[in-house]
């Protein structure tokens, strides 16, 4: 599985980007999809989780309330949009891929990088303020 994430660039405090995850080599129509944020001398920090179907997402405590995880299998596609972006948002943006698409265990470990099987090569959101 390759991910390639898009829709990074600059924006001012306040406005909005939204983020694309295409996978390509197979189909993630049942993996768990996630995003993670990293700022260079930081840990890689979890944002948002969704499950196979679309029917269970997850988000960090950070942007909870302003960002929105979503996924179309038709198109191998998942996607964040973020709103009401902060300075603190500024970050490197990665998608992954969880063989666990759903179920007990992924709904108590969505946010662990470990779980993640394949990764994005990143996309840098800057938020100016």
């Known amino acids: 599985v390759q991910l390639q994430a898009s829709g990074g660039g600059l924006v001012q405090a306040g406005g909005s980007l939204r983020l694309s995850c295409a996978a390509s080599?197979?189909?993630?129509?049942?993996?768990?999809m996630s995003w993670f944020r990293q700022v260079p001398g930081k840990e890689r920090e979890f944002v948002a989780a969704?499950?196979?179907?679309?029917?269970?997402?997850f988000y960090g405590e950070a942007v909870k309330g302003r960002f929105t995880i979503s996924r179309d299998n038709a198109k191998n596609t998942v996607y964040l949009q973020m709103n009401s972006l902060k300075p603190e948002d500024t970050a490197v943006y990665y998608c992954?891929?969880?063989?666990?698409?759903?179920?007990?265990?992924?709904?108590?470990?969505?946010?662990?990088?470990?779980?993640?099987?394949?990764w994005g090569q990143g996309t840098l959101v800057t938020v100016s303020s």
């Open positions: 992954a891929a969880s063989f666990l698409g759903d179920g007990p265990y992924y709904r108590g470990n969505y946010f662990r990088a470990e779980e993640y099987a394949y």
């Open positions: 080599g197979r189909t993630v129509s049942s993996y768990g």
């Open positions: 969704i499950s196979w179907s679309g029917g269970n997402t």
